[in-house]
């Protein structure tokens, strides 16, 4: 049974900081493409970023560029998003998903975590 379990969000004030972690067990994920997304309240969901299985490329949506890091540790199975200066409109439940494709670009990965939620108070 695949698994993708994220950790790490929470509740934090505008222009804060937190890391979210995906784990994933069932399979490996070490040689797939992977990525971030969340979904605010009323909101479609939406990519955040995305990584090439050996972490060469990175892509961010445009609205994280310079703020938000993606990275992994294919040796753990774990991928993470570390998230800067968080803005009051990015709360949301942020998920983690994959494979996507080779070049990190992420649209319908067919695994996907539960979420966890990120509140980003004013």
């Known amino acids: 049974q695949v698994q993708l379990v994220e950790s790490g969000g929470g509740l934090v004030q505008a222009g804060g900081s937190l890391r979210l972690s995906c784990a994933a067990s069932g399979r490996t994920f070490r040689l797939d493409a992977m990525g971030w997304f969340r979904q605010a309240p009323g909101k479609e969901r939406e990519v955040v970023a995305g990584i090439t299985w050996n972490s060469i490329r990175t892509v961010y949506a445009d609205s994280v560029k310079g703020r938000f890091t993606i990275s992994r540790d294919n040796a753990k199975n774990t991928m993470y998003l570390q998230m800067n200066s968080l803005k009051p409109e990015e709360t949301a439940v942020y998920y983690c998903?994959?494979?996507?494709?080779?070049?990190?670009?992420?649209?319908?990965?067919?695994?996907w975590g539960q979420g966890t939620k990120v509140t980003v108070s004013s």
């Open positions: 998903a994959g494979p996507c494709s080779t070049s990190g670009t992420c649209t319908a990965p067919p695994y």
